[in-house]
């Protein structure tokens, strides 16, 4: 079975500082794809960043990027420069790519608070 | 521009009133997934399709049914709601892409029900 652990139910970081949001996953699988979202106050589901298991270099998106780490299975968000607007509910979440590909697995989230 | 709408975005009910969440998506996207939010508890899977006529339970699919006539909507129908079914529920779709491996999710906007 697939797991996804964020230990850190909650962060503060300053405004402009960086900040890392943790994630640990648990498969078997040898061919997976790990997912982080943002949900804003608001409610809906932003998609942030992908690494794919085989990806040799970690992903990177504007701001964001995930440091792969595959033996110790942890795949965390580096948020760069935090804004205001970076304020909000972090999922991480996780896909095997055999069998149901349809189906993500997600951890309980991180609520990060941007602040001046 | 591509949307997966849900509608309604707020229900209050009462227990064992009949009720359907719809979801519509203009993307084409194979796949089509219904999740629910709880705190501390992130995403669930509830129930997914990964076409028209194909559908299977996900984690957490008792209280729940869905049906996929057309390729666009995916409704979620609860026969008899219960106050342990008041949660955050998203539909979200997936194209389908090689071996499934790096696709994101897109999500509609959330339904918040209440069931009393």
């Known amino acids: 079975a697939q797991k996804i652990t964020q230990t850190q139910p909650g962060m503060f970081v300053q405004e402009k500082e960086a900040v890392t949001l943790d994630c640990t996953y648990d498969?078997?699988?040898?061919?997976?794809?790990l997912f982080w979202y943002k949900q804003p106050s608001s409610g809906e589901m932003i998609f942030l960043i992908y690494?794919?298991?085989?990806?040799?270099q970690n992903a990177t998106e504007g701001r964001y990027s995930l440091n792969f780490q595959k033996a110790r299975k942890s795949a965390n968000l580096v948020i760069s420069a935090s804004q205001l607007g970076d304020s909000a509910m972090y999922f991480c979440a996780m896909r095997r790519n055999t069998g149901t590909a349809s189906k993500l697995t997600f951890g309980t989230g991180t609520r990060l608070q941007v602040t001046l | 521009e591509a949307q997966v709408t849900q509608n309604p975005r707020y229900l209050i009910t009462v227990t064992g009133k009949k009720l359907t969440v719809t979801c519509s998506q203009n993307?084409?996207?194979?796949?089509m997934s219904w999740y629910r939010q709880d705190p501390g508890l992130g995403l669930r899977q509830i129930y997914y399709s990964m076409n028209v006529e194909v559908t299977d339970k996900g984690d957490v699919p008792e209280g729940y049914k869905v049906s996929r006539k057309e390729k666009r909507n995916f409704p979620l129908i609860l026969e008899s709601p219960s106050p342990n079914q008041t949660s955050l529920y998203f539909c979200?779709?997936?194209?389908?892409?090689?071996?499934?491996?790096?696709?994101?999710?897109?999500f509609g906007q959330g339904t918040r029900l209440t069931v009393v």
């Open positions: 498969t078997s699988d040898p061919s997976y794809g």
């Open positions: 690494q794919g298991s085989y990806d040799q």
């Open positions: 993307m084409n996207h194979e796949y």
């Open positions: 979200a779709t997936q194209i389908r892409g090689i071996g499934g491996m790096n696709t994101e999710a897109f």
